[in-house]
C-alpha cells in the first residue's frame, strides 16, 4: 500500500511541476520521503537520492534498486527513472523499461509520473500512432479529466 500511495502521491506532485522553471528533484524527492511509511520504501528514497546526486550509470542502479514486482524495487526504480529525466518523457520511459525486470509494471508507474508533469503532447508521435486502441483509451483519458468514470 506505501508503495501505491507513494506512486500517487508522485503523480499528485508532478501535475504541479511549471516545467516552464528548474525542477527540484530534491524537493520533489524530499515529499516523497516524508509521506513513505516503511523502512524499506524510506531506505530506498534515500538511496534514490544518494544514486542520483553521484551520477551513478543506470545499469548500476539497477542492481542497487533492483526492478522485480516488489514493491520497495519497483517503486524506487520508477521513481528514479521519473528523476533522471523529469523533462524527457521518451527517456524516462526508457530507462524504467530497457533495464529489465516487471517493464510493464516500471513504464506505467514511471510513464504516469512523467506524463502527469509533461502532459500528451511530450509523448513522441510515432509512440501515440502505433498504441493499440488508441481511441478508446483517449476516451477514457478525457472521461478521466472531466470526471465523468463513477
Known amino acids: 500500500m506505501d508503495g501505491a500511495a507513494l506512486i500517487a502521491i508522485a503523480v499528485a506532485e508532478a501535475l504541479k511541476i511549471d516545467t516552464a522553471t528548474t ?5 520533489f524527492l524530499g515529499k516523497l520521503l516524508n509521506a513513505a511509511r516503511t523502512k524499506e ?3 530506498k528514497l534515500r538511496t534514490v ?3 542520483l546526486k553521484q551520477g551513478t550509470s ?8 533492483g526492478r522485480s514486482v516488489r514493491a520497495d524495487e519497483s517503486v524506487p526504480f520508477a521513481l528514479y527513472s521519473f528523476l533522471k ?3 524527457r518523457f521518451d527517456e524516462c520511459i526508457l530507462c524504467a523499461v530497457c533495464s529489465g525486470g516487471d517493464r510493464d509494471t ?9 506524463g502527469a508533469s509533461l502532459g ?3 509523448i ?4 501515440k500512432s502505433n498504441l493499440e486502441n488508441r481511441e478508446y483509451l483517449e476516451k477514457l483519458a478525457q472521461l478521466l479529466l472531466h470526471k465523468r468514470i463513477k
Do not use: T
Open 120 to 122: 500528451v503532447e511530450s
Open 23 to 27: 525542477f527540484d528533484r530534491e524537493q
Open 58 to 65: 543506470d545499469k548500476d542502479v539497477v542492481e542497487e534498486l
Open 106 to 114: 516500471l513504464g506505467a508507474m514511471a510513464g504516469s509520473i512523467v
Open 49 to 51: 537520492a544518494a544514486l
Open 124 to 127: 513522441p508521435d510515432h509512440w
Open 41 to 43: 520504501l524510506q531506505v
Open 85 to 87: 529525466y523529469p523533462m
